[in-house]
């Protein structure tokens, strides 16, 4: 079966430059929701879409952007890369946005800024 | 506090054991997951609990919706299961995690 697509699935990056992560979700899941993971840590929410509209927002830095395209596919863009910004960023995406809706992760795109 | 505990942090077992791995959450939740993260770390769902109780091969999990806790159980302990299990609540649409246990399982 079909998975959650996300690319690149590692980038290096220098301070103060921009990065665009790519997610593509399962054929017919509407939702796509952006976590970030730093090192040793729990992922952290950033941010949901849901057909096409962003449905939540959460501790995403004002350098990032993020949005869902026709095709549901959702990029998130982020600018002015900070040595912080080094996470594992993971993408999920479900059917729907209610709470009986399973979320699907897919492998994480790893961000190092050097 | 954190809204979403798991206990213990870190857990050892030898091959065969039983194994137990617990979650309390200080939120109201429309769902409940199970997740697994292997070193490379990419995540796996195992559960999506709302209610009872699941069962898949050789792991069970179930909840108590009015004590805000569910329980993760490994049967049958193997090395392969070694990783990261991470409970993470659903309120609205976004996912809170726990901080994780981190599991080996010794041959």
């Known amino acids: 079966a079909a998975g959650v697509i996300q690319s690149p699935r590692h980038l290096i990056k220098e301070k103060r430059e921009t990065a665009t992560l790519k997610c593509y979700p399962i054929p017919r899941h509407d939702t796509v929701y952006w976590y970030q993971q730093g090192p040793g840590q729990d992922p952290q929410f950033l941010i949901s879409?849901?057909?096409?509209?962003?449905?939540d927002k959460g501790s995403i830095p004002d350098r990032f952007s993020a949005q869902q395209f026709s095709d549901y596919h959702s990029e998130l863009n982020m600018s002015s890369l900070e040595l912080g910004d080094s996470a594992l960023y993971f993408c999920?995406?479900?059917?729907?946005?209610?709470?009986?809706?399973?979320?699907?992760f897919g492998p994480g795109t790893r961000l190092t800024v050097t | 506090k954190n809204e979403v505990e798991q206990s213990p942090q870190n857990l050892t077992a030898q091959e065969g054991e039983f194994i137990t791995i617990n979650c309390s959450y200080s939120v109201g939740i429309s769902a409940l997951h199970w997740l697994q993260q292997h070193p490379g770390g990419g995540i796996v769902s195992l559960f999506m609990?709302?209610?009872g109780k699941k069962k898949h091969g050789r792991l069970i999990a179930t909840i108590n919706i009015q004590e805000k806790h569910s329980s993760l159980h490994i049967t049958a302990s193997h090395p392969r299961d070694s990783a990261v299990y991470i409970c993470?609540?659903?309120?609205?649409?976004?996912?809170?995690f726990g901080e994780g246990t981190q599991l080996t399982v010794n041959p």
């Open positions: 879409f849901y057909e096409k509209m962003q449905s």
């Open positions: 993470a609540v659903k309120s609205g649409s976004r996912l809170t």
């Open positions: 999920a995406s479900s059917l729907g946005l209610a709470g009986g809706y399973e979320q699907y």
């Open positions: 609990l709302s209610s």
